[in-house]
C-alpha cells in the first residue's frame, strides 16, 4: 500500500512538473510569435508537440514554412524545462473552422526533428556568425 502511495505521489508530481513546463513553454511562444493561438502537447515525457492554430506561417511556401518549423521546434528546446527527456519535437500547422456546433480542424504533417539535429543547427549558426564577425574586423 505505501509503495502504491508513494509511485502514485511521485507520477503526480511528475505530471505537474511537466504540466508546468508546458504551461511555461506556450507561453514563451506565444510571446515570441505573438499569438495566443498555441498548443503545446508532451507525450510519454519524450515527445513534444507544438501546434500553431490558423497561423499565417501555415500560408508560407514549402521551405519558408519549413525554416520557420524548424525555428519554432529550436526555440522550444531552448525555452522548455525538461528538454533533457526529450527524443523529438515536431512543429504542425493547424487550421480550425466553426460552423455551429462543429468544429473542423485540419493539421499538416508535422515537421519532426530530434534534439541532437536542432542543436547541431544551433552550433553551426554561432560558427556561422562567429565567422561573419571575425571577417567584418
Do not use: W
Not at 503526480?12 to 498548443?39: F, S, V, W
Not at 507544438?50 to 529550436?74: D, H, M, Q, W, Y
Request: net charge positive; hydrophobic share 45%; with cysteine.
Amino acid at each position: 500500500m505505501r509503495v502504491a502511495l508513494l509511485a502514485a505521489l511521485v507520477l503526480g508530481c511528475n505530471l505537474m512538473g511537466e504540466l508546468k513546463g508546458a504551461l511555461a513553454l506556450r507561453r514563451a511562444l506565444a510571446a515570441e510569435y505573438h499569438t495566443d493561438a498555441i498548443n503545446v502537447n508532451i507525450s510519454n515525457n519524450s515527445s513534444l508537440t507544438v501546434a500553431f492554430v490558423n497561423s499565417p506561417l501555415a500560408g508560407l511556401p514549402g521551405v519558408e514554412r519549413e525554416r520557420a518549423a524548424k525555428g519554432i521546434a529550436t526555440f522550444a528546446l531552448q525555452h522548455y524545462d525538461r528538454a533533457d527527456s526529450l527524443t523529438t519535437i515536431a512543429v504542425a500547422f493547424t487550421s480550425q473552422r466553426s460552423a455551429g456546433a462543429m468544429t473542423f480542424t485540419e493539421t499538416t504533417r508535422p515537421y519532426t526533428y530530434t534534439p541532437a539535429e536542432l542543436r547541431a543547427g544551433l552550433i553551426a549558426g554561432q560558427k556561422a556568425a562567429a565567422e561573419t564577425a571575425t571577417t567584418r574586423r
